[in-house]
Antibody, heavy 113, light 112 residues
């Protein structure tokens, strides 16, 4: 069965970066695009961007360009999202999702000094 | 960006009732290929969103037939014919027709 296992919660300081991971299993990793989504109480759900694990090609929501960088490691069937120049507004739960159907359990990122 | 407006924001029901949620888009969601990429998700407390309906009216694998999606253009509806306890949570519509993809604000389904 399809599983997306995301990395654990992060407590990070403002101005730093964090790299989240999403390990896929139960399907051919390169056969489906991977989406990343942000969820906050205030802003709800926001689509960050998408990556084609086969080619590495990406497309970003313009709001997250410069903030999020999506990559993959095909050898380990893992997708990554790096968030840079973190501010408290980046505090959220971040999800990876295979296509639109299967979501990981989410990673809580808290940005605080 | 396409704005998806969900109504109502919250819905109180009795088990066995029918529930109906509306999702209105600021632009038509019909893509140039003829498909309409409007999906519905349910997020139960403490869980990730789970896909219920894709492309307006197609039930995802394992989704009970009491969930019915309909609509076209800019107006879409999710109906739950007989609400069961496991249906409670927050429902979101989502569009993947226009970049950036966007979500509705959510509708909380709770018991009266």
């Amino acid at each position: 069965q399809v599983q997306l296992q995301q990395s654990g919660a992060e407590l990070v300081k403002p101005g730093t970066s964090v790299k989240l991971s999403c390990k896929a299993s139960g399907y051919t990793f390169t056969s489906n695009h991977m989406n990343w989504i942000k969820q906050t109480t205030g802003q709800g759900l926001e689509w960050i961007g998408i990556i084609n694990p086969g080619s590495g090609g990406t497309s970003y929501n313009v709001k997250f360009k410069g903030k999020a960088t999506l990559t993959v490691d095909k050898s380990s069937s893992t997708a990554f999202m790096q968030l840079s120049s973190l501010t408290p507004e980046d505090s959220a739960v971040y999800y990876c999702a295979k296509g639109i159907a299967y979501w990981g359990q989410g990673t809580l990122v808290t940005v605080s000094s | 960006d396409v704005v998806l407006t969900q109504t109502p924001v919250s819905l109180s029901v009795t088990l066995g009732d029918q529930a109906s949620i509306s999702c209105r888009s600021s632009q038509s969601l019909e893509y140039s290929d003829g498909y309409t990429y409007l999906e519905w998700y349910l997020q139960k407390p403490g869980q990730s969103p789970q896909l219920l309906i894709y492309e307006v009216s197609n039930r995802f694998s394992g989704v009970p037939d009491r969930f019915i999606g309909s609509g076209s253009g800019t107006d879409f509806t999710l109906k739950i014919s007989r609400v069961e306890p496991e249906d409670l949570g927050v429902y979101y519509c989502f569009q993947a027709t226009h970049d950036p993809w966007t979500f509705g604000g959510g509708t909380k389904l709770e018991l009266k």
